[in-house]
């Protein structure tokens, strides 16, 4: 089973960053290659790259038909995008044992169509990469989601998904795969699989069939990682920085801190022995990912950001993504139904269930940081507070189950983005149900626990049946609820549900971002030069105002300190930390004349509705939620 996540970064601070960034980059051992009826051979040659191009050779076992198809993936199970992964294959060929080729017709993007396939010993193709052709479009809209494509940078990196670089045979899926890579000395394989060869320029991977072997990514550089253990699962961190200016040292303390609290809210339910973290950074000056955010796999996850990202920022957002990819261990790893299951690589059947296999995996992200006391109670509020917030910008009416089955299709893709928004507050609600029913001893982590045990890794369910189990295992207002919300058009009365836990509505003002109004900044990039400039005709907000800033005017240094493009982030990051009245110099250039104003800050605020718990009659109830 394999599973692939596509996290769009829903952070209020991560999606600061992209808007930013988006708004300003518009303007050992020889293997036997002889044919084996056990299993398939892969050979992926990193050690003599053209024109950033990877030789992949493939063995099949012995093929008994007279035509056979070979695939690389139309679609990877998570990322609900159609990619197409076969338009980056280039001169597919297929042989004889005598090395005469075969005919073969590729009848559309993905597929290869073999002739006299009994006689087949070898195939053989080049894999161009997929980040050198970002143009930093909308996920589905044309790029592959960094995160799940690839990188080919000949001694320096490459960012090997096995789903961008191997295929495999119609009829031969539960095969079993040995993949073989040679590589440069000088770069080292991290994965969360055992590498079974010694050799320090070849790597030997086997696994049990082809979607195990796409559920491993790897990645290719100079050694950059820390190990760690956490009870009795072994941890790794690796990073690719081009610069070198972020190391795996840098974010372990945090992700060790995170992921020990993980470990410890889920308790036996998750049975992992070793899981990897596989951080690419991006240089987004040149032909480079953009596609910032993270995929999830069963015992991995990668990740990709701008290296231009401050140190703590990259950090915190980090916390927040990996605190989800994680818990995918959960869901959909140990509970799925039978599409994910026999997941069809090039004809895929969609599962209903993405509010339990995106929304309750985010809401856990969420209640495992105050349930280990990572967070304040306040600061958990807000984030629900946000959760519904940005769930009221979609379309509230569409069943949550319909959207599901048919998420790779218009109207339904448009509204993918609700399975962390809605998705979440489907989990709480749920949580809250099953709390209140049981007077606090049992939450929805009781529930993922009993589902785990009725069916697990290799016992998938039906989707049409999951609501009936979930009832059965819980409580009729469960099943009620998922039938009136989850399967139905109706909107949710989050407030109703909060209540019942002593958690009511209240408005607060708030301090607003200073260069950015929702999702339009205030200033820009001048290309030619990288000086930051306010933009002209448009309202600007009183911290400008305060200091008689106007559009136009080009900022050269505040407080004394310089800003441009190359440290656009560092402005962004360091206001957040500015107080009302604060003195401040700015160094302006208007007109073509340099001047500098002086003056305080006065931080835009804004209202805000936030949750607050409120009373003593029901704290029993909500602190068994948060903390039980």
């Known amino acids: 089973m394999n599973w692939l996540k596509k996290h769009p970064l829903q952070m209020k601070k991560i999606f600061l960053l992209i808007t930013v960034t988006t708004f300003l980059w518009s303007c050992k051992t020889t293997i036997n290659n002889s044919s084996s009826k056990q299993e398939i051979q892969v050979n992926i040659n990193l050690s ?54 075969l005919a073969v017709t590729k009848t559309d993007d993905n597929n290869w169509s073999i002739k006299n396939a009994k006689a087949l010993t070898k195939i053989s193709y080049w894999v161009n990469d997929t980040f050198d052709t970002e143009k930093g479009t909308e996920f589905g809209e044309g790029d592959i989601f960094s995160p799940a494509g690839s990188n080919i940078l000949a001694n320096k990196n490459i960012f090997l998904n096995t789903h961008c670089f191997v295929g495999y045979f119609s009829n031969l899926t539960t095969v079993p795969y ?14 969360s699989m055992t590498d079974m060869d010694p050799s320090t320029t070849n790597d030997v991977y086997v696994t049990s069939k082809y979607s195990e072997l796409v559920e491993h990514p790897i990645m290719y550089a100079k050694p950059n990682f820390t190990t760690f253990t956490v009870d009795d699962m072994e941890i790794l961190i690796s990073v690719y920085s081009p610069t070198g200016k972020i190391t795996a040292e840098s974010i372990t303390p945090a992700m060790k801190t995170v992921m020990t609290a993980q470990k410890k809210f889920l308790g036996s339910i998750n049975t992992t022995k070793k899981y990897a973290v596989l951080l690419y950074l991006s240089d987004i000056e040149g032909k480079d990912a953009h596609g910032f955010g993270a995929l999830e796999h069963p015992t991995s ?60 995996t985010e809401y856990f992200a969420n209640l495992f940081q105050i349930n280990q006391g990572l967070i304040t109670e306040d600061e958990f509020y807000s984030r629900i507070s946000e959760k519904i917030e940005r769930a009221s910008t979609l379309n509230d009416s569409m069943p949550f189950t319909t959207m599901s089955a048919n998420v790779l299709e218009s ?94 509505t209240t408005t ?17 990039i001048i290309p030619e030069t990288k000086e930051i400039i306010v933009l002209p005709d448009i309202e600007l907000n009183v911290f400008f105002n305060e200091l008689n800033l106007k559009g136009g005017d080009i900022i050269v240094s505040i407080n004394n300190k310089a800003y441009h493009l190359d440290n656009i982030y560092d402005l962004l990051n360091e206001s957040l930390n500015w107080k009302e009245n604060d003195p401040i110099s700015v160094k302006i250039k208007r007109n073509g004349k340099e001047q500098i104003i002086t003056g305080k800050v006065k931080l835009p605020y804004e209202d805000a509705e936030t949750f607050k718990a409120a009373g003593q009659d029901k704290e029993k109830l909500r602190n068994s939620w948060l903390k039980g």
């Open 508 to 524: 607060e003002k708030v301090v607003a971002p200073l260069f950015i109004k929702g999702q339009n900044p205030y200033i820009n």
């Open 178 to 191: 040995k993949l073989q890579i040679s590589h440069p000395s000088q770069l080292w394989g991290a994965t």
């Open 301 to 360: 996850t990668t990740v990709v950001f701008p290296e231009v990202m401050p140190v703590d920022q990259l950090i915190n957002q980090m916390k927040d993504v990996v605190s989800h990819e994680f818990f995918h261990i959960v869901t959909p790893l140990t509970i799925h139904s039978k599409e994910i299951q026999f997941f069809d690589y090039n004809a895929p059947k969609m599962s209903q269930h993405l509010w339990m296999y995106e929304g309750v």
């Open 411 to 504: 109207p339904y893709k448009e509204q993918y983005l609700n399975v962390y928004e809605k998705g979440t507050l489907i989990g709480m609600c749920l949580d809250i149900i099953i709390r209140e029913k049981s007077n606090g001893e049992k939450g929805i982590l009781n529930l993922m626990r009993q589902l785990s045990h009725e069916y697990g890794i290799n016992k998938p369910f039906d989707d049409q049946e999951l609501f009936d189990k979930i009832t059965e295992l819980t409580y009729p207002e469960v099943g009620n609820f998922l039938r009136t919300y989850v399967a139905g058009p109706t909107p949710i009365p989050y407030k109703d549900y909060l209540a019942r836990v002593g958690v009511v």
């Open 48 to 101: 003599d790259i053209k024109n950033d191009k990877v030789l992949v050779t493939l063995t099949p076992p012995k093929i008994t038909s007279e035509e056979i198809i070979f695939s690389l993936p139309k679609i990877i199970p998570g990322t609900y995008s159609i990619d197409n992964y076969g338009k980056y294959i280039d001169d597919f060929k297929a042989f004889d044992k005598n090395g005469h080729p």
